[in-house]
């Protein structure tokens, strides 16, 4: 059965600093995608980022990077010039298989940026 | 271009009354989803529409769930009925591909 897990379920970082968020996966389809969502204090889950599992670069968004390490089943989020804005839940969603729309959300990651 | 729309943004009510949230997606996105977020934990999807058919709804509790989208745009998702553990956030989500979903700003439940 397919699972996303978040081991942190909280980090700190200073203002102006990189932090990286861990997701693992386990998944026995060939064709998933992956996905990162913040959800701030006032509930709306806002998209961040997309990787899919034939996609050989790793994603990229502005401050937001995917690292993408299919081997290990891993696709952990890099924040970079981290910013107050920034302090939020961060979670980890799988969807399985071409065509399927179901997301598989982790446990989420609260992220609290330090001025 | 509007976003997901919810309402309401907040309701309590106590154990065994009934309750209704509504959803009103992007416009022109046939695809549809309400999602169960209890504290402290991930969203879990309860049903997916496509247009107005049910194309998943394998983690709805169908005893005292229900939800309707009968033109295909917007939908009605009822607890009837509610139980203390039904206190959590309702997420709806709309979609035009598997790849991208738009969240809308929930309805936060509490069942006391």
């Known amino acids: 059965a397919q699972k996303i897990t978040q081991t942190q379920p909280g980090m700190f970082v200073q203002e102006k600093e990189a932090v990286t968020l861990d997701c693992t996966y386990d998944?026995?389809?060939?064709?998933?995608?992956l996905f990162w969502y913040k959800q701030p204090s006032s509930g709306e889950m806002i998209f961040l980022i997309y990787q899919g599992s034939y996609d050989q670069q790793n994603a990229t968004e502005g401050r937001y990077s995917l690292n993408f390490q299919k081997a290990r089943k891993s696709a952990n989020l890099v924040i970079s010039a981290s910013q107050l804005g920034d302090s939020a839940m961060y979670f980890c969603a799988m969807r399985e298989g071409q065509g399927s729309y179901k997301l598989i959300f982790g446990s989420g990651t609260r992220l609290l940026v330090r001025p | 271009e509007a976003g997901v729309a919810q309402s309401p943004r907040y309701k309590i009510i106590e154990k065994r009354q009934s309750v209704a949230f509504w959803c009103n997606p992007i416009?022109?996105?046939?695809?549809l989803y309400w999602y169960q977020q209890i504290l402290g934990q991930g969203p879990k999807l309860l049903i997916q529409f496509q247009n107005n058919g049910v194309v998943d709804d394998s983690q709805l509790p169908k005893d005292r769930f229900s939800a309707e989208r009968l033109k295909g745009v917007d939908s009605t998702l009822k607890i009837q009925p509610a139980k203390l553990e039904d206190s959590a956030v309702y997420l709806c989500?709309?979609?035009?591909?598997?790849?991208?979903?738009?969240f809308g700003p929930g309805t936060r439940l509490t069942v006391l």
């Open positions: 416009s022109g996105h046939a695809t």
């Open positions: 989500a709309s979609s035009l591909d598997p790849d991208t979903q738009y």
């Open positions: 998944t026995s389809d060939p064709s998933y995608g």
